[in-house]
C-alpha cells in the first residue's frame, strides 16, 4: 500500500524539480531575472551580481540571444557597481561580441578602466560608443553620457 502511496508522490518531485542539474525552468528564469531587477532597484549589487551569474550559468539556454547582451550588460553594471572592475571588464567585451553595437557596454567598460586609472582605454571605449551613434532612445542617452564623459577625460 506504502508503494501505491508514495509512486504518485515521487512523480510529482519530478516534475517540481528540473531533471538534470544545471537545467533551468522558466520559473527558475523568472525569479533570477526579478531578483536582479530587484537587487538593482535597491543598489544591492551582490544580489544582482548573483542573480545574473546564475541566470548565465543556468538559465543560458533559456535566453534569446538580444537578451543575453541584456544580462551581460546589466551583469557588467552590478560589477562595476562592486567595484569588481576585471570581472565587469570581462562581461562589458562578453556582451560586445554578442552585440557590436551596444554601446552601453562600450560605456561601462569605460568606466572601469578609469576607475583602474588606464585614462587611453577609457577614452578608446568611450569613443567607440560615440561612433556607433544613437539607434533608439537607450543609445541616444548613452552617446550623450559618452561624449561627456570623453570631455571630462580629456587633458585641459
Same mark, same amino acid.
Given at each position: 500500500?506504502?508503494?501505491?502511496? =508514495?509512486?504518485?508522490?515521487?512523480? =510529482?518531485?519530478?516534475?517540481?524539480?528540473?531533471?538534470?542539474? &544545471?537545467?533551468?525552468?522558466?520559473?527558475?528564469?523568472?525569479?533570477?531575472?526579478?531578483?536582479?531587477?530587484?537587487?538593482?532597484?535597491?543598489?544591492?549589487? &551582490?544580489?544582482?551580481?548573483?542573480?545574473?551569474?546564475?541566470?548565465?550559468?543556468?538559465?543560458?539556454?533559456?535566453?534569446?540571444?538580444? #537578451?543575453?547582451?541584456?544580462?551581460?550588460?546589466?551583469?557588467?553594471?552590478?560589477?562595476?557597481?562592486?567595484?569588481?572592475?576585471?570581472?565587469?571588464?570581462?562581461?562589458?567585451?562578453?556582451?560586445?561580441?554578442?552585440? &557590436?553595437?551596444?554601446?552601453?557596454?562600450?560605456?561601462?567598460?569605460?568606466?572601469?578602466?578609469?576607475?583602474?586609472? #588606464?585614462?587611453?582605454?577609457?577614452?578608446?571605449?568611450?569613443?567607440?560608443?560615440?561612433?556607433?551613434?544613437?539607434?533608439?532612445?537607450?543609445?541616444?542617452?548613452?552617446?550623450?553620457?559618452?561624449? #561627456?564623459?570623453?570631455?571630462?577625460?580629456?587633458?585641459?
Amino acid at each position: 500500500m506504502t508503494r501505491f502511496l =508514495l509512486l504518485p508522490l515521487f512523480l =510529482l518531485l519530478l516534475t517540481a524539480v528540473p531533471l538534470f542539474a &544545471g537545467e533551468c525552468s522558466v520559473s527558475t528564469y523568472d525569479t533570477l531575472v526579478a531578483e536582479g531587477k530587484s537587487g538593482e532597484d535597491t543598489r544591492e549589487w &551582490g544580489r544582482s551580481v548573483e542573480a545574473y551569474s546564475r541566470i548565465l550559468s543556468e538559465c543560458r539556454t533559456k535566453v534569446k540571444d538580444v #537578451d543575453l547582451v541584456r544580462v551581460y550588460d546589466a551583469l557588467s553594471v552590478a560589477q562595476l557597481m562592486r567595484e569588481n572592475y576585471a570581472d565587469a571588464i570581462e562581461n562589458a567585451k562578453k556582451c560586445l561580441e554578442l552585440d &557590436g553595437r551596444y554601446n552601453a557596454c562600450m560605456m561601462t567598460a569605460a568606466k572601469c578602466y578609469e576607475s583602474l586609472g #588606464d585614462r587611453s582605454m577609457a577614452l578608446e571605449y568611450a569613443k567607440a560608443a560615440v561612433e556607433v551613434g544613437a539607434y533608439d532612445e537607450y543609445s541616444s542617452a548613452v552617446v550623450i553620457y559618452a561624449n #561627456d564623459f570623453i570631455k571630462r577625460l580629456k587633458p585641459r
